[in-house]
């Protein structure tokens, strides 16, 4: 058994545009976030999807109604559903904070000064864990946390999901890139992270994850 997830990372949303970190606080989609949302449904409106979930965040459930409404394939697509699992990582106290200013402040007892330095180095997986001890609350995930949620949200996954089926799925841009690092590790995710309204397919098995392909967001790409 196996099933298809295209994985969207959600429209640009202020705090983006601000370059503040953005992990379980939220925001509201600017201008550009909605046309990426819509780009994204423009993307993917031949697909028929046997299923809809977004994360818990409005920017992911606002992307994908966008997504929705660009959708050719099906008359009605399924009712949208919640999958807190494939939110964005918690980044505790640094939440909204300056993400040059944060990743300076992780970084630096460790020789960093830019977050593509420190997973260059280190890797995106140490990243989560020198955030929890930086941060003063240690509220932040570290990688342990991290994929204790997400691996519950792939087993889900695979009891919810039939031979065959294409689900949607609006995430966002740390995860997704996490998730393709951790089943293609030789796909480049540290020059470039998956833009707002890109498109990362991903092949789910019982056993394991096959990354499809990485951050299609142009319209000459395949999708």
Known sequence: MSFTIYFVRHGQT??????????????PLTPKGIEDGHRAGRHLAHI???DVYHSDTTRAKRTCGYIIDENVASAELPQPKILRNFREQSYGYFEGNDSSQTWLMVGAIHGCET?????????IEKSRD?????????DAENDTEYWARVNA?????RTKQQD???VLLVSHGT???????????D????????ANGSVTKMIVDNDNVKVEYYNHYLDEQTY
Not at 153 to 157: A, C
């Open 14 to 27: 202020f705090l983006n545009h601000y370059r503040r970190m953005q992990g379980w606080c939220d925001s």
């Open 48 to 50: 028929n999807f046997s």
């Open 115 to 123: 977050f593509e330095e420190l997973i260059t180095k280190y890797s």
């Open 130 to 138: 020198f955030m929890k001890e930086t941060d003063p609350f240690h």
């Open 153 to 157: 949200g792939f087993d889900y996954l």
């Open 164 to 166: 065959n089926d294409k």
């Open 175 to 185: 995860t997704i890139r996490s998730i393709v690092h951790r089943f293609a590790p």
């Open 187 to 194: 796909i480049d995710i540290i020059s470039r992270g998956p």
